[in-house]
């Protein structure tokens, strides 16, 4: 356990005042230091440090069990000690401020040797490579989990200090944004464990009757990537079916409720592959998934145009077993907007911990006839976060 009170006492200064900062942005400073008593200077050492947390409940049967605890450090840069004041002696004396500047470019990705695990597709390894942004403050994220940066400055015991442990340690903490660029849409697996691209459904004459006046059916795909950086509306477009089976009764839809997932994927083993393209038979029992979600608000469309044509065989629906009739057809265009306020790291995988999106579409429909009687289809799509 380190100890920090009793060696120096060690203020941070930042050149711009913030600590938010991105790949490829340079990170200057000043760490301000007073020795209880004098000390040397190569006892000392400055570093940018990334390091990633994960704590897994480990509670089965009922039987209390002390959580998991998982711990690793994927980034460690150091930067050679330059003292803006020096003495005869060689000590910072005690007592007295002395000034050790700093500066590090954040690098877009770690080095090969942390991530040494084979992974089952090019797209994941490369994925493993990049930076991790920083999570777990107020982004959806649980609290057992989190990517930390700091600056930290250490002081060891002894004069050599490789191989010796710090007795002390400070750190300046930092905000770690690491964009990622859009990616081609998923193939989606049949048994996805996230996903639900397209949902049918059986329309009834009343509630209490089993004769039915057609199917309804409601497709998507994924939208584009969305940059949160950029305040921007986002439509996803939805194709509707209603195949009828005898007069029609066209379904009107009455409103339209988005709610964004935040699935952050973890666990003690790194991951293989990547957690939004695999369905439920492969995947990892050792791997957790936490999900949070937080609507996007409801929306009133204008009325549906549907547009009629006949058919004389099932045209692709997956549950209807209609044979013949007439099927309707039409579009709506969902809007999409993050809010503003809600911080979000971009969709990323990384060997410990990933970052998936997905977006829940709940369609009501109402039949005309059918007053207070409401039919819904649900829909989960993709999502990309840049």
């Known amino acids: ?98 000034e050790i500047p700093f500066g590090f470019k954040v690098p877009p990705r770690i080095r090969g040797s942390v991530c040494q695990q084979s992974c089952h597709h090019q797209q994941a390894q490369e994925e493993h490579s990049l930076l991790p942004p920083s999570i777990g403050q107020c982004d959806m994220t649980p609290s057992e989990i989190s990517v930390e940066y700091n600056i930290k400055l250490s002081l060891t015991r002894g004069i050599n200090r490789d191989g010796m442990p710090a007795v002390a340690e400070w750190a300046c903490p930092l905000f770690i944004r690491s964009p990622r660029i859009e990616q081609a849409p998923l193939l989606v697996p049949e048994d996805s464990k996230h996903y639900c691209l397209s949902k049918e459904k059986f329309v009834s004459k009343s509630p209490i009757s089993l004769s039915r ?64 393209a695999i369905g439920s038979s492969a995947w990892d029992p050792y791997r957790h998934s936490y999900v949070q979600t937080v609507s996007l608000g409801t929306s009133t469309p204008s009325p549906l145009e549907w547009e009629k044509r006949h058919f004389t065989e099932d045209p692709g629906s997956s549950t209807a077993s209609i044979a013949s009739g007439i099927i309707y057809s039409t579009s709506v265009k969902v809007p999409i907007k993050l809010p503003e306020s809600l911080s979000l790291p971009p969709t990323f995988s990384y060997c410990l911990v990933s970052r998936i999106y997905s977006l829940t579409v709940t369609l009501r429909f109402h039949i005309p006839g059918q007053w207070g009687r409401t039919t819904s289809l649900i829909l989960t799509v993709p999502f990309q976060i840049c």
């Open 1 to 98: 356990m380190l100890i920090q009170r009793p060696y120096l006492d060690v203020h941070f200064q930042l050149e711009h005042g913030s600590a938010d900062f991105s790949v490829g942005d340079n990170i200057k400073g000043t760490a301000y230091i007073i020795p209880r008593k004098s000390i040397s200077p190569h006892q000392l050492s400055i570093y940018l440090e990334g390091k990633v947390k994960i704590q897994i409940d480990r509670t089965e049967n009922a039987v209390p069990l002390p959580p998991y605890t998982a711990c690793q450090t994927f980034l460690r840069i150091e930067q050679p000690l330059v003292l803006k004041s020096s003495t005869d002696s060689g000590l910072l004396q005690g007592g007295l401020r002395h």
């Open 213 to 276: 006046i057609g199917a309804l059916l409601a497709r998507t795909a994924q939208p584009a990537a969305i940059q949160q950086a950029k305040a921007m509306v986002r439509y996803l477009p939805v194709d509707l079916q209603f195949q009828a089976i005898s007069e029609p009764h066209l379904p009107q839809l009455s409103s339209m409720c988005v709610s964004l997932n935040a699935i952050t994927t973890f666990g003690k083993r790194p991951e293989i592959h990547l957690p939004e």
